[in-house]
Protein backbone atom coordinates (compact mmCIF):
# COMPACT_ATOMS: atom_id res chain seq x y z
CA UNK A 1 0.00 0.00 0.00
CA UNK A 2 1.18 3.28 -1.20
CA UNK A 3 0.35 7.19 0.36
CA UNK A 4 0.16 8.90 -2.63
CA UNK A 5 -1.09 12.23 -1.42
CA UNK A 6 -2.63 13.61 1.38
CA UNK A 7 -5.67 15.80 1.03
CA UNK A 8 -6.84 18.44 3.88
CA UNK A 9 -10.25 17.99 5.66
CA UNK A 10 -11.15 21.73 6.75
CA UNK A 11 -13.67 21.91 9.86
CA UNK A 12 -15.66 24.87 10.76
CA UNK A 13 -15.14 27.03 14.03
CA UNK A 14 -17.67 24.60 16.51
CA UNK A 15 -16.07 21.39 15.44
CA UNK A 16 -12.47 22.82 15.71
CA UNK A 17 -13.58 23.72 19.43
CA UNK A 18 -14.50 20.46 20.02
CA UNK A 19 -11.63 19.08 19.25
CA UNK A 20 -13.47 17.21 16.73
CA UNK A 21 -10.74 17.47 13.65
CA UNK A 22 -8.22 15.26 16.30
CA UNK A 23 -10.72 12.82 17.27
CA UNK A 24 -11.82 11.30 14.00
CA UNK A 25 -13.11 7.75 14.28
CA UNK A 26 -15.32 7.15 10.97
CA UNK A 27 -15.45 8.21 7.31
CA UNK A 28 -17.64 6.97 4.18
CA UNK A 29 -17.68 8.63 0.96
CA UNK A 30 -21.42 9.67 -0.22
CA UNK A 31 -21.18 11.23 -3.77
CA UNK A 32 -19.33 14.24 -3.68
CA UNK A 33 -19.33 14.48 0.41
CA UNK A 34 -17.68 12.87 2.75
CA UNK A 35 -19.34 11.40 6.52
CA UNK A 36 -17.03 11.40 9.01
CA UNK A 37 -17.59 11.76 12.76
CA UNK A 38 -15.21 11.88 16.07
CA UNK A 39 -15.67 10.28 19.22
CA UNK A 40 -15.94 13.27 21.48
CA UNK A 41 -18.95 14.51 20.68
CA UNK A 42 -22.58 13.57 19.58
CA UNK A 43 -22.66 14.32 15.96
CA UNK A 44 -21.85 13.91 12.81
CA UNK A 45 -20.10 15.91 10.32
CA UNK A 46 -20.38 16.70 6.34
CA UNK A 47 -17.25 17.57 4.19
CA UNK A 48 -17.72 18.19 0.48
CA UNK A 49 -14.89 17.38 -2.26
CA UNK A 50 -12.84 20.47 -3.68
CA UNK A 51 -11.55 19.73 -6.85
CA UNK A 52 -8.72 21.27 -9.16
CA UNK A 53 -7.09 20.78 -12.40
CA UNK A 54 -9.06 17.45 -14.20
CA UNK A 55 -11.50 17.52 -11.26
CA UNK A 56 -8.81 16.15 -8.86
CA UNK A 57 -9.91 16.39 -5.48
CA UNK A 58 -7.87 18.71 -3.53
CA UNK A 59 -9.45 18.49 -0.31
CA UNK A 60 -12.91 18.61 1.52
CA UNK A 61 -14.26 21.53 2.95
CA UNK A 62 -17.92 23.40 3.51
CA UNK A 63 -18.45 21.60 6.78
CA UNK A 64 -21.95 20.87 8.15
CA UNK A 65 -22.52 19.66 11.61
CA UNK A 66 -25.59 17.26 12.21
CA UNK A 67 -26.22 16.84 16.03
CA UNK A 68 -27.62 12.70 16.24
CA UNK A 69 -29.98 14.71 19.51
CA UNK A 70 -31.83 16.53 16.51
CA UNK A 71 -32.88 12.77 14.77
CA UNK A 72 -33.38 10.25 17.29
CA UNK A 73 -33.70 10.12 20.89
CA UNK A 74 -30.40 9.57 23.00
CA UNK A 75 -30.48 7.71 26.35
CA UNK A 76 -28.49 10.70 28.06
CA UNK A 77 -29.98 13.32 26.45
CA UNK A 78 -27.74 15.65 24.00
CA UNK A 79 -25.61 16.61 26.34
CA UNK A 80 -23.45 13.68 26.53
CA UNK A 81 -20.94 12.54 23.93
CA UNK A 82 -22.30 8.66 21.62
CA UNK A 83 -18.53 8.09 20.97
CA UNK A 84 -19.32 7.30 17.73
CA UNK A 85 -17.22 5.10 15.92
CA UNK A 86 -18.29 3.58 12.96
CA UNK A 87 -20.72 5.09 10.00
CA UNK A 88 -22.17 3.36 7.15
CA UNK A 89 -24.00 4.31 3.87
CA UNK A 90 -26.72 2.16 1.83
CA UNK A 91 -30.01 2.17 0.20
CA UNK A 92 -30.51 5.51 1.34
CA UNK A 93 -29.73 5.39 4.85
CA UNK A 94 -26.18 6.44 7.09
CA UNK A 95 -25.73 4.52 9.85
CA UNK A 96 -24.04 5.21 12.87
CA UNK A 97 -22.90 3.17 15.83
CA UNK A 98 -21.52 4.06 19.26
CA UNK A 99 -18.53 2.40 20.79
CA UNK A 100 -20.83 0.12 23.84
CA UNK A 101 -18.04 0.48 25.88
CA UNK A 102 -17.04 1.02 29.28
CA UNK A 103 -14.18 3.18 30.17
CA UNK A 104 -11.69 3.60 33.03
CA UNK A 105 -10.72 6.78 34.04
CA UNK A 106 -7.01 7.99 33.00
CA UNK A 107 -4.40 8.90 35.76
CA UNK A 108 -3.54 12.41 35.66
CA UNK A 109 -0.28 14.18 35.60
CA UNK A 110 -0.03 15.37 39.05
CA UNK A 111 -1.74 13.56 41.05
CA UNK A 112 -0.71 11.56 44.01
CA UNK A 113 -0.74 7.81 44.10
CA UNK A 114 -3.69 7.93 46.14
CA UNK A 115 -5.55 9.51 43.71
CA UNK A 116 -4.23 7.79 41.02
CA UNK A 117 -5.23 4.40 42.37
CA UNK A 118 -9.00 5.60 42.92
CA UNK A 119 -8.83 7.02 39.04
CA UNK A 120 -7.82 3.18 37.88
CA UNK A 121 -10.49 1.50 40.24
CA UNK A 122 -13.21 4.13 38.53
CA UNK A 123 -15.00 2.42 35.82
CA UNK A 124 -17.68 4.66 33.80
CA UNK A 125 -20.62 3.72 31.66
CA UNK A 126 -22.20 6.82 29.49
CA UNK A 127 -25.77 5.20 28.01
CA UNK A 128 -25.19 7.25 24.88
CA UNK A 129 -22.25 4.85 23.56
CA UNK A 130 -24.74 2.09 23.32
CA UNK A 131 -26.75 3.09 20.54
CA UNK A 132 -27.14 2.22 16.79
CA UNK A 133 -28.52 4.99 14.71
CA UNK A 134 -30.09 4.24 11.28
CA UNK A 135 -30.72 8.00 9.38
CA UNK A 136 -32.68 8.62 6.50
CA UNK A 137 -30.33 10.34 3.49
CA UNK A 138 -32.24 12.88 0.60
CA UNK A 139 -30.89 15.13 -1.61
CA UNK A 140 -30.86 18.83 -0.86
CA UNK A 141 -31.36 21.70 -3.32
CA UNK A 142 -27.96 21.65 -3.96
CA UNK A 143 -27.68 18.38 -4.96
CA UNK A 144 -25.52 17.20 -1.73
CA UNK A 145 -27.11 14.44 0.71
CA UNK A 146 -28.73 15.53 3.57
CA UNK A 147 -29.70 13.54 6.96
CA UNK A 148 -33.06 13.85 8.16
CA UNK A 149 -35.64 13.27 10.59
CA UNK A 150 -38.32 12.37 8.09
CA UNK A 151 -38.08 12.06 4.55
CA UNK A 152 -41.23 12.75 2.34
CA UNK A 153 -41.25 9.08 1.05
CA UNK A 154 -42.23 8.06 5.04
CA UNK A 155 -38.78 6.78 6.21
CA UNK A 156 -37.74 8.05 9.67
CA UNK A 157 -34.57 8.22 11.92
CA UNK A 158 -34.66 5.31 14.29
CA UNK A 159 -32.60 4.13 16.76
CA UNK A 160 -31.95 0.68 18.69
CA UNK A 161 -30.33 1.02 22.41
CA UNK A 162 -33.26 2.85 24.42
CA UNK A 163 -34.58 -0.05 26.04
CA UNK A 164 -32.65 -2.54 27.31
CA UNK A 165 -32.31 -3.84 23.70
CA UNK A 166 -28.58 -2.55 22.76
CA UNK A 167 -26.03 -4.90 20.62
CA UNK A 168 -24.53 -5.54 24.40
CA UNK A 169 -27.88 -6.52 26.30
CA UNK A 170 -28.17 -8.59 23.30
CA UNK A 171 -25.12 -10.73 24.36
CA UNK A 172 -26.01 -10.91 27.57
CA UNK A 173 -25.94 -14.73 27.03
CA UNK A 174 -23.14 -15.17 24.72
CA UNK A 175 -20.83 -17.84 25.30
CA UNK A 176 -17.59 -15.82 24.12
CA UNK A 177 -18.66 -12.13 24.83
CA UNK A 178 -20.42 -11.93 28.21
CA UNK A 179 -17.47 -12.46 30.24
CA UNK A 180 -16.20 -9.24 28.76
CA UNK A 181 -19.33 -6.91 29.17
CA UNK A 182 -18.40 -5.76 32.35
CA UNK A 183 -15.06 -4.50 31.30
CA UNK A 184 -13.54 -1.62 30.24
CA UNK A 185 -12.75 -1.51 26.31
CA UNK A 186 -9.30 -0.56 26.54
CA UNK A 187 -8.66 -3.33 29.03
CA UNK A 188 -10.05 -5.78 26.12
CA UNK A 189 -13.57 -5.54 27.14
CA UNK A 190 -16.17 -4.71 24.60
CA UNK A 191 -15.33 -2.07 22.51
CA UNK A 192 -17.29 -1.38 18.93
CA UNK A 193 -15.15 0.47 16.34
CA UNK A 194 -16.75 -0.27 12.71
CA UNK A 195 -19.66 -0.82 10.91
CA UNK A 196 -20.18 -1.74 7.28
CA UNK A 197 -23.77 -2.63 5.40
CA UNK A 198 -24.72 -4.68 2.52
CA UNK A 199 -28.00 -5.23 1.94
CA UNK A 200 -30.38 -5.62 4.77
CA UNK A 201 -26.86 -7.38 6.44
CA UNK A 202 -25.14 -4.69 8.92
CA UNK A 203 -21.70 -6.44 9.91
CA UNK A 204 -20.19 -5.16 13.53
CA UNK A 205 -16.17 -4.71 14.15
CA UNK A 206 -14.83 -5.23 17.67
CA UNK A 207 -11.68 -3.69 18.54
CA UNK A 208 -11.71 -5.89 21.25
CA UNK A 209 -12.25 -8.07 22.75
CA UNK A 210 -9.63 -10.42 20.91
CA UNK A 211 -10.00 -13.94 21.62
CA UNK A 212 -6.76 -15.88 22.12
CA UNK A 213 -5.65 -13.87 18.83
CA UNK A 214 -8.96 -14.13 16.95
CA UNK A 215 -10.84 -10.97 16.23
CA UNK A 216 -14.99 -11.06 16.19
CA UNK A 217 -17.30 -9.31 13.85
CA UNK A 218 -21.17 -9.18 14.63
CA UNK A 219 -23.57 -9.65 12.12
CA UNK A 220 -27.06 -8.39 12.94
CA UNK A 221 -30.45 -7.42 10.44
CA UNK A 222 -32.18 -4.00 11.79
CA UNK A 223 -35.53 -3.09 10.76
CA UNK A 224 -38.25 -0.87 11.74
CA UNK A 225 -40.10 -1.69 15.42
CA UNK A 226 -43.48 -1.91 14.08
CA UNK A 227 -44.64 -0.43 17.15
CA UNK A 228 -42.67 3.08 16.76
CA UNK A 229 -41.00 3.76 13.89
CA UNK A 230 -38.42 5.92 15.51
CA UNK A 231 -36.94 2.74 17.25
CA UNK A 232 -35.52 0.22 15.56
CA UNK A 233 -35.50 -4.07 16.73
CA UNK A 234 -33.28 -7.05 15.19
CA UNK A 235 -35.14 -9.86 13.16
CA UNK A 236 -33.82 -12.87 13.38
CA UNK A 237 -30.65 -14.37 11.23
CA UNK A 238 -30.58 -16.89 9.39
CA UNK A 239 -33.35 -19.81 9.76
CA UNK A 240 -32.84 -19.97 13.50
CA UNK A 241 -34.07 -17.61 16.27
CA UNK A 242 -30.85 -16.08 16.94
CA UNK A 243 -30.96 -12.21 16.47
CA UNK A 244 -27.05 -12.11 15.77
CA UNK A 245 -24.24 -14.17 14.76
CA UNK A 246 -20.72 -13.85 15.55
CA UNK A 247 -17.71 -14.61 13.19
CA UNK A 248 -13.88 -15.10 14.28
CA UNK A 249 -11.53 -13.89 12.12
CA UNK A 250 -7.72 -14.32 12.70
CA UNK A 251 -6.34 -11.25 12.16
CA UNK A 252 -2.60 -12.27 13.83
CA UNK A 253 -3.99 -10.62 17.12
CA UNK A 254 -5.37 -7.65 15.92
CA UNK A 255 -8.58 -6.28 16.60
CA UNK A 256 -11.21 -3.99 14.06
CA UNK A 257 -10.36 -0.44 13.73
CA UNK A 258 -13.07 0.02 10.91
CA UNK A 259 -14.96 -2.09 8.22
CA UNK A 260 -15.97 -0.89 4.76
CA UNK A 261 -17.39 -2.72 2.09
CA UNK A 262 -16.33 -3.58 -1.59
CA UNK A 263 -18.90 -5.23 -3.75
CA UNK A 264 -19.36 -8.65 -1.59
CA UNK A 265 -16.18 -8.55 0.26
CA UNK A 266 -15.44 -6.50 3.46
CA UNK A 267 -12.46 -4.46 4.16
CA UNK A 268 -11.02 -4.61 7.35
CA UNK A 269 -8.66 -1.93 9.13
CA UNK A 270 -6.64 -3.42 11.94
CA UNK A 271 -4.72 -2.45 15.03
CA UNK A 272 -4.01 -3.49 18.47
CA UNK A 273 -7.16 -3.60 20.81
CA UNK A 274 -5.07 -1.89 23.66
CA UNK A 275 -3.73 1.56 23.94
CA UNK A 276 -0.91 0.46 22.01
CA UNK A 277 0.43 2.12 18.35
CA UNK A 278 0.82 -0.24 15.59
CA UNK A 279 0.86 -2.57 13.70
CA UNK A 280 -2.03 -1.36 11.57
CA UNK A 281 -3.16 -3.39 7.87
CA UNK A 282 -5.81 -3.69 5.91
CA UNK A 283 -7.38 -6.96 5.09
CA UNK A 284 -9.74 -7.73 2.83
CA UNK A 285 -12.57 -11.06 3.86
CA UNK A 286 -13.40 -12.59 0.58
CA UNK A 287 -17.39 -13.10 -0.20
CA UNK A 288 -18.20 -12.08 3.44
CA UNK A 289 -21.44 -11.00 2.44
CA UNK A 290 -22.35 -14.36 1.01
CA UNK A 291 -21.62 -16.41 4.29
CA UNK A 292 -24.73 -17.90 5.30
CA UNK A 293 -23.21 -19.55 8.85
CA UNK A 294 -21.19 -18.04 11.50
CA UNK A 295 -17.55 -18.32 10.78
CA UNK A 296 -14.17 -18.79 11.86
CA UNK A 297 -12.30 -17.44 9.05
CA UNK A 298 -8.83 -18.23 9.15
CA UNK A 299 -5.50 -16.16 7.74
CA UNK A 300 -5.53 -17.87 4.77
CA UNK A 301 -9.17 -17.35 3.89
CA UNK A 302 -8.05 -13.16 4.14
CA UNK A 303 -6.09 -11.15 2.11
CA UNK A 304 -3.72 -8.56 3.43
CA UNK A 305 -3.83 -5.79 1.75
CA UNK A 306 -0.95 -4.36 3.26
CA UNK A 307 0.49 -1.75 6.50
CA UNK A 308 -0.64 1.51 6.89
CA UNK A 309 1.66 3.70 8.86
CA UNK A 310 1.47 5.09 12.12
CA UNK A 311 3.24 7.09 14.62
CA UNK A 312 4.36 6.63 18.01
CA UNK A 313 1.27 7.13 20.31
CA UNK A 314 0.30 9.28 17.26
CA UNK A 315 -1.19 9.20 14.18
CA UNK A 316 -4.16 5.94 14.81
CA UNK A 317 -5.95 5.08 11.34
CA UNK A 318 -9.05 5.22 13.03
CA UNK A 319 -11.28 4.89 9.44
CA UNK A 320 -11.51 3.89 6.03
CA UNK A 321 -13.65 4.79 2.92
CA UNK A 322 -12.94 3.28 -0.67
CA UNK A 323 -13.04 6.40 -2.86
CA UNK A 324 -15.42 6.91 -5.77
CA UNK A 325 -13.95 4.63 -8.72
CA UNK A 326 -11.87 2.24 -6.73
CA UNK A 327 -11.95 -1.11 -8.55
CA UNK A 328 -9.54 -3.40 -9.24
CA UNK A 329 -5.92 -1.93 -9.99
CA UNK A 330 -7.42 1.26 -8.93
CA UNK A 331 -8.85 0.49 -5.37
CA UNK A 332 -8.24 3.60 -3.42
CA UNK A 333 -8.57 4.36 0.21
CA UNK A 334 -9.06 7.64 2.25
CA UNK A 335 -7.82 7.10 5.70
CA UNK A 336 -8.63 9.41 8.68
CA UNK A 337 -6.42 9.28 11.98
CA UNK A 338 -6.67 10.21 15.43
CA UNK A 339 -4.57 11.91 17.46
CA UNK A 340 -3.04 13.26 14.36
CA UNK A 341 0.86 13.96 14.49
CA UNK A 342 1.62 17.91 14.32
CA UNK A 343 2.30 17.52 10.63
CA UNK A 344 -1.06 16.52 10.31
CA UNK A 345 -2.09 19.70 11.42
CA UNK A 346 -3.04 22.75 8.92
CA UNK A 347 -2.35 26.57 9.44
CA UNK A 348 -6.13 27.16 8.41
CA UNK A 349 -7.43 24.59 11.22
CA UNK A 350 -8.07 21.94 9.27
CA UNK A 351 -6.28 17.97 9.43
CA UNK A 352 -4.87 16.06 6.87
CA UNK A 353 -5.89 12.32 5.92
CA UNK A 354 -4.51 10.08 3.31
CA UNK A 355 -5.00 8.74 -0.33
CA UNK A 356 -3.79 5.21 0.10
CA UNK A 357 -3.26 2.88 -3.23
CA UNK A 358 -3.89 -0.73 -3.06
CA UNK A 359 -1.68 -2.80 -5.04
CA UNK A 360 -4.10 -5.33 -6.92
Known sequence: MIVERRVELRFGHESRQAETHTNLSAVRQDGRCLWTAGDETATIERLTAVTGPGGRVTGYDGHRTIALADLVELPAGPGEEADIEGLASGDGWLWAIGSHSLKRKRIKAGQSAAKARKRLATVVREDNRFILARLPLTEGADGLPE????????????????????????????????????????????DIEGVAVHG????????????????????????????????????????????????????????????????????ILTGPSMSLSGPVRVVRWPGAAKAEAPGVVTAGELQVLGELP???????????????????????????????????????????????????
Open 147 to 190: VVREAGDGRTAAVLGLNGDSITDLLADDPHLAPFLSIPSKDNGI
Open 200 to 267: DRLYIGLRGPVLRGWAVLIEIRPETHPRDPHRLRLRPVGDGKAHYRTHFLDLGGLGVRDLCPHGDDLL
Open 310 to 360: HGDGEDHAEGIAVLAGGQGPDLRLLVVYDSPSAARLTESGGVLADVVAVAP
